[in-house]
């Protein structure tokens, strides 16, 4: 392996950790800033209903797009093997 590949290889595994870790980082982030907002509309200042609907939204990202998040990791993972192996 000359450098060109293993920065190919590099850059392309922090792509994949972008694909599959930014959907639930960035839609945990937007229901934090929503109860955020409520809270300071309603004056209601309970830390659970903040971690709990960020929790529910977490779960329901990873049921509904775990798959092809999966699939984007494997094919990453086989292509590594492929290249150690040669």
Do not use: N, W
Not at 19 to 27: M, R, S
Not at 41 to 67: D, N, P, R, W, Y
Not at 74 to 84: E, G, I, R, S
């Amino acid at each position: 392996m000359d450098v060109t590949q293993v920065s190919e290889v590099l850059r392309e595994g922090i792509f994949v950790a972008l694909k599959i870790g930014a959907p639930l980082l960035i839609l945990s982030m937007l229901v934090g800033v929503l109860v955020a907002i409520f809270q300071a509309v309603t004056q209601i200042h309970e830390q659970t209903i903040s971690f709990a609907l960020k929790l529910v939204v977490v779960v329901l990202v990873c049921l509904m797009f775990g798959g092809k998040m999966m699939d984007l990791l494997l094919d990453y993972t086989k292509t590594l093997f492929t290249l150690m192996t040669g």
